[in-house]
């Protein structure tokens, strides 16, 4: 089995900065691609920021410029770091990733969820 477990959520007012972190385990082979998505209440879940293991990145319009996704392979983990906040960034931020098990069975796990609250 695989958990995901995220820490950092918060409340902070406009123009300030969180760090979120996730660390995966369990029975993991290898960890492909991890991420941040995060949803709004009455919205869909959106992609926030993803890194492969070879470190490349991808980032959602919206945040580009102000949050920096980075992952240590070694220690399983994925963070996020978010400056410049705004009210809009308002949400629960799942981890997601893309695991090999040591089964090899490859599977898209999510973390439970941190609130992110940015007040104006």
């Known amino acids: 089995q695989v958990q995901l477990v995220e820490s950092g959520g918060g409340l902070v007012q406009a123009g300030g900065s969180l760090r979120l972190s996730c660390a995966a385990s369990g029975s993991i082979f290898s960890i492909n691609v991890m991420g941040w998505y995060r949803q709004a209440p009455g919205k869909q879940r959106e992609l926030v920021a993803v890194i492969t293991s070879g470190g490349s990145t991808n980032y959602a319009d919206s945040v580009k410029g102000r949050f920096a996704i980075s992952r240590d392979n070694a220690k399983k983990t994925v963070s996020l770091q978010m400056n410049n906040l705004k009210p809009e960034d308002t949400a629960v931020y799942y981890c997601?990733?893309?695991?090999?098990?040591?089964?090899?069975?490859?599977?898209?796990?999510w973390g439970q969820g941190t609130q992110v609250t940015v007040s104006s």
């Open positions: 997601n990733a893309d695991v090999t098990t040591m089964r090899l069975m490859k599977g898209d796990y």
